[in-house]
């Protein structure tokens, strides 16, 4: 089992920033990828971010690319993403994401076997 904790979350300007903060516990060791989510009202939940926990590779949504940063510390289980330049449409419920299978398709929810109970971004016009 990996418990996944998120951070970060709030009330922010749009043109601001925020730094998510998720930390992981438990079988952290069999850890091969973590990921963001993000779920608005009445949307279904989509792919963000992900950086794969060994090698370090990451992967962006078109929707965030040139505006957020995914990265992790291995020592202390941690993996941040950092959002620039918010728009009320990144407005959502961000989940962190873990996944230990060493699947391919980093992007699918259904890749993911742990999940955090999700922060709230909220980015007003």
């Known amino acids: 089992q990996v418990q996944l904790v998120e951070s970060g979350g709030g009330l922010v300007q749009a043109g601001g920033s925020l730094r998510l903060s998720c930390g992981a516990s438990?079988?952290?060791?069999?850890?091969?990828?973590m990921g963001w989510f993000r779920q608005a009202q009445g949307k279904e939940r989509e792919f963000v971010a992900a950086?794969?926990?060994?090698?370090?590779?990451?992967y962006y949504a078109d929707s965030v690319t040139g505006r957020s940063t995914i990265s992790r510390d291995n020592a202390k289980n941690t993996v941040l993403l950092q959002l620039n330049s918010l728009k009320p449409e990144d407005t959502a419920v961000y989940y962190c994401?873990?996944?230990?299978?060493?699947?391919?398709?980093?992007?699918?929810?259904?890749?993911?076997?742990?999940w955090g109970q999700g922060t709230q971004v909220t980015v007003s016009s």
């Open positions: 438990g079988r952290t060791f069999s850890l091969y990828a």
């Open positions: 950086i794969t926990w060994g090698g370090g590779s990451t």
């Open positions: 994401a873990a996944e230990t299978q060493g699947a391919v398709d980093v992007r699918s929810p259904r890749t993911y076997d742990y």
